[in-house]
């Protein structure tokens, strides 16, 4: 199959660079996206077709377009959507940019099949780019190169400019990165479906001591601090905690199938002992002296 030339591609990326411009809970005008992607109104709204057609929902509210529903949370067609072979062609080209060994690209191709007529899951197809990108990213911190994050779209000023970072990391749920920002030479979180490309580059990390991860955040609070803490739980309290604090989970350990224990070092005590005490009854601290102190302080301040 001939490969998509740079046209094409260029086509291909706008249309991700548009979702994610539409994912604006304010939306943006048409003569602002078309600012932004640096094309005409006209091609904007050929895009609007394009993503109707692929199953999003796009609206207009007080002039400004966006895109109702993430795509994951769309309904998959009752009926079937299917494509025609002209269809089939693009998205199999969007494909082929996708990159070696991404298991995602694998399976919407399999799904494509290269035939027409075979449905397509939007979800599956938006997040192939996505995971093209994660791949990317990854290849930056393991091989300890900076990258550029082309085409970055920043909320907070509604702009949209290159950045050149050196990537450290990604947020447990890969929805960010991470990274030192060389411009302002302080670390930064980027989201990464505002991303429209990423590229390494051939230099290698430079400001190496100054990529400092956030500190871990458990039961809300952050610090320096260290207190050894361990807890007995109940199966409502473990159940509890593991929903409210996913962050707890790997210091939750499960004996004699039920028997829930919390241990490990926390960063701050408040949080913790505000879940304690809501709690009466459910949570025995078995080692800790400083937390017993502060629940007794605390316990005292009620009484008062």
């Known amino acids: 199959m001939a490969k998509s030339s740079p046209i094409e591609q260029q086509k291909i990326l706008r249309v991700f660079k548009l979702i994610n411009l539409l994912q604006s809970t304010i939306g943006k005008p048409v003569h602002r996206l078309a600012e932004l992607l640096q094309t ?9 077709k394009l993503l109707e057609a692929l199953g999003f929902v796009v609206v207009k509210e007080f002039s400004k377009y966006k895109i109702q529903d993430r795509p ?59 995971g093209r990108l994660v ?3 990854a290849q930056g911190i393991t091989l300890k190169k900076q990258i550029w994050i082309k085409d970055y779209y920043s909320l907070r000023s509604d702009t949209v400019s290159d950045r050149l970072v050196e990537p450290v990391g990604f947020t447990a749920d890969y929805e960010h990165i991470h990274a030192f920002e060389l411009e302002s030479q302080s670390m930064k979180m980027f989201k990464i479906e505002r991303m429209g490309e990423v590229v390494i580059a051939s230099e290698s990390w430079k400001y190496e001591l100054g990529h400092e991860l956030p500190e871990q955040a458990l ?20 159940q ?25 070092e926390i ?32 316990i005292q301040k009620g009484f008062f």
């Open 40 to 48: 005409d109104e006209r091609t904007i709204y050929r895009y609007f």
């Open 72 to 130: 994951e949370y769309l309904p998959k067609p009752s009926n079937g959507t299917t494509f025609s072979a002209e269809e089939n062609q693009w998205l199999s080209s969007l494909l082929e940019a996708q990159g070696k060994g991404n298991a995602l690209k694998d399976a919407v191709a399999q799904k494509l099949n290269l035939q027409s007529g075979v449905q397509v899951s939007t979800e599956d197809l938006f997040k192939a780019n996505l």
């Open 135 to 137: 791949d990317l990213i």
């Open 219 to 238: 039961f809300g609070f952050t610090g320096k601090g260290k207190f050894y803490i361990k807890l007995k739980l109940s199966k409502k309290a473990y």
């Open 240 to 264: 509890l905690m593991v929903e409210e604090y996913p962050t707890a989970r790997p210091f939750i350990q499960i004996k004699n199938r039920n028997q829930y224990f919390f241990e490990g």
């Open 267 to 298: 960063p701050h005590l408040p949080g913790l002992a505000r879940f304690i005490l809501s709690l009466p009854g459910e949570v025995k601290v078995e080692e800790g002296n400083e937390l017993k102190a502060y629940l007794t302080e605390q």
